[in-house]
């Protein structure tokens, strides 16, 4: 099944016709605590296992969309994307999915607090932004379920964006994805601290898309991956459920390393990590051995993210002086 035809399917007899000038949306940012590493589908982004995630409250993308000439214009951050670029024909692609008439073109501004492509899922904010503010373009009214269909379109992780807090993504069965959407997982945790520790925001040398395929394909230690994730899933949850932060912060940080320790068996291997990336982790390790529970989590990128408590704020600062720090329930009210 193509694309387009499930948007058809998700769209049914709802108007291709903007009900106002312009759509506008934001999405959170997510950080996986069990990740989604590997698709059944390439081309309807279906993943192997669920995954879950945690959103960085108002640390995302806000989008704003709307019809305008006959062809596409994309700006990111205030500046112009040439149509050649990675990022507009992403945009491109997705919007052909939606686009009224061939020759209709959209006007989208997309402006990122979070560096784009260095590995801090700005893709999966961008993408859900996206489909929130095209909803509110034309007027469908789509509920999450179905907005989480049409994100993943985008980016698999960009079905988990279109929720803050905690958001679980559960992989489904069926071929057309129908059954491959992200829900609410309903627990607050409000004294959990997410730690954003940039290495590099230039853009990563492999995109997760063809690292994910060539681990699947090639890497011996793949076979590995969805028992790690059933059992790491189960403990995701009981740690939330329990508030047993240790138990979430371990859990995360391993599946975290597992996914890495898979790509490094894929032929040409994939190491996503720069040496101030394992000089970091070094220092966590020695913080962690001090007595404060902080751990980490990484996605496709050099960048490491950290997981700690407030009670801890001040010490985090103080290790880790640039460290940039999100409290993801803050803006959620309970
Ligand atoms: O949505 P994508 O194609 O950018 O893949 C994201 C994959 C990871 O960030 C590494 C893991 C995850 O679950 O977000």
């Known amino acids: 099944m193509k694309k387009i035809e499930v948007v ?4 049914g007899n709802r108007a291709r016709d903007p009900v106002k000038e312009r759509g ?10 069990c990740k989604y590493w590997g698709k059944r589908n390439e081309e309807l982004n279906l993943p192997v296992t669920s995954s879950l995630s945690i959103s960085l409250g108002s640390l995302g993308t806000k989008t704003t969309v709307s019809l305008a000439g006959r062809r596409d214009v994309v700006t990111l951050n205030g500046k112009k994307q040439p149509a050649t670029s990675e990022f507009a024909q992403g945009v491109s692609r997705f919007l052909d999915l939606v686009r009224p008439h061939r020759r209709a073109g959209f006007r989208v501004d997309t402006w990122n607090s979070i560096p784009t492509a260095a590995g801090l899922a700005s893709s ?3 993408f859900a932004a996206l489909a929130m503010a095209l ?15 049409l994100a993943r379109l985008g980016s698999g992780s960009a079905s988990r964006s279109v929720y803050g807090g905690f958001v679980e993504w559960r992989a489904g ?34 995109a997760s898309r063809a690292a994910m395929r060539s681990t699947k394909e090639t890497s011996p230690l793949y076979a590995v991956w969805p028992g790690q994730v059933k059992r790491d899933l189960a403990l995701v949850k009981k740690a939330i459920e329990t508030r047993d932060f240790d138990l ?18 894929a032929w040409p291997p994939v ?24 751990y980490f989590t990484m996605d496709a990128g050099p960048n490491l993210k950290l997981l700690f408590l407030k009670r801890d704020t001040r010490a985090v600062k103080k290790y880790f002086p640039r460290v940039k720090i999100v409290d993801p ?3 959620i009210p309970s």
Not at 135 to 149: E, P, V
């Open 8 to 11: 058809r399917r998700l769209l």
């Open 24 to 33: 506008v949306a934001f999405a959170p940012s997510n950080i996986a605590l």
């Open 173 to 206: 069965k069926k071929s057309n994805g129908m059954d491959s959407y992200a829900a609410l997982f309903p627990r607050r945790w409000s004294e959990l601290r997410v730690g954003l520790l940039t290495v590099s925001e230039q853009k990563k040398a492999v």
């Open 248 to 265: 979430l912060g371990r859990t995360a940080e391993t599946n975290a390393l597992v996914m890495h320790a898979t790509s490094l068996g």
């Open 271 to 294: 190491l996503f990590w720069r040496p101030e990336s394992v000089a970091l982790m070094h220092r966590i390790w020695g913080l962690r051995a001090s007595g404060v529970a902080i």
């Open 124 to 126: 999966a904010s961008g």
């Open 135 to 149: 909803d509110d373009l034309f007027g469908w009214r789509l509920d999450r379920k179905q907005m989480s269909i």
């Open 329 to 331: 329930f803050g803006n």
